[in-house]
T-cell receptor
Framework: GAVVSQHPSWVICKSGTSVKIECRSL??????MFWYRQFPKQSLMLMAT?????????EQGVEKDKFLINHASLTLSTLTVTSAHPEDSSFYIC??????????FGQGTRLTVV | AQSVAQPEDQVNVAEGNPLTVKCTYS??????LFWYVQYPNRGLQFLLK??????LVKGSYGFEAEFNKSQTSFHLKKPSALVSDSALYFC???????????FGAGTTVTVRA
């Protein structure tokens, strides 16, 4: 299947700083990528849909200015958590839309804000 | 609106026994159904999908799932579970014209030796 690489796998940052998470499609071009947030032992919550060359579409309740998404190329989408606070600590996962019906997911990023 | 229900938070089975993880869904139009598995601190791995055709679909690692339109179900099955199947399993659905996936709450499978 298609390979989606997410980096970093885990990150610890201080409260008030910003953190960037990268999602790359390694062997295909992804016009659309999705960003999810997962709390412990819970399901995935879709945060936003990232479209190459255009603004991301955010789900209701997700702060656009807090979670900045950039999809500047067909193989890279980034999620920047700005002015991070402890409540932003979570597991963030990206997925990419390919030419087949199933989505392929990155390995996830464990963010801890201290 | 589309949704997925996984009625069991946990499923415990002995190694070698059959494994079933239940899933029911709601979606407008024809459903695209998926099962994914997640290991701790990892992303989701695709197991199998139903798009059209035979109601019984086979996927990775010996898993299969049966699509039942009248019951709006898509239960995941494995005839003989392995300890290594212990993980968190997600059922997901989307409509044929919508790329947004809706996930169930997940079912933790524990296979004891």
């Amino acid at each position: 299947g298609a390979v989606v690489s997410q980096h970093p796998s885990w990150v610890i940052c201080k409260s008030g700083t910003s953190v960037k998470i990268e999602c790359r499609s390694l062997d295909f071009q992804a016009t659309t990528m999705f960003w999810y947030r997962q709390f412990p032992k819970q399901s995935l919550m879709l945060m936003a849909t990232s479209n190459e060359g255009s603004k991301a579409t955010y789900e209701q309740g997700v702060e656009k200015d807090k979670f900045l998404i950039n999809h500047a190329s067909l193989t890279l989408s980034t999620l920047t958590v700005t002015s991070a606070h402890p409540e932003d600590s979570s597991f963030y996962i990206c997925s990419a839309r390919t030419g087949v019906p199933e989505a392929f997911f990155g390995q996830g990023t464990r963010l801890t804000v201290v | 609106a589309q949704s997925v229900a996984q009625p069991e938070d946990q499923v415990n089975v002995a190694e070698g026994n059959p494994l079933t993880v239940k899933c029911t869904y709601s979606v407008s139009g024809n459903p695209y159904l998926f099962w994914y598995v997640q290991y701790p601190n990892r992303g989701l791995q695709f197991l199998l999908k139903y798009i059209t055709g035979d109601n019984l679909v086979k996927g990775s690692y010996g898993f299969e799932a049966e699509f039942n339109k009248s019951q709006t179900s898509f239960h995941l099955k494995k005839p003989s579970a392995l300890v290594s199947d212990s993980a968190l399993y997600f059922c997901a659905v989307r409509g044929s014209n919508d790329y947004k996936l809706s996930f169930g709450a997940g079912t933790t499978v524990t296979v004891r030796a």
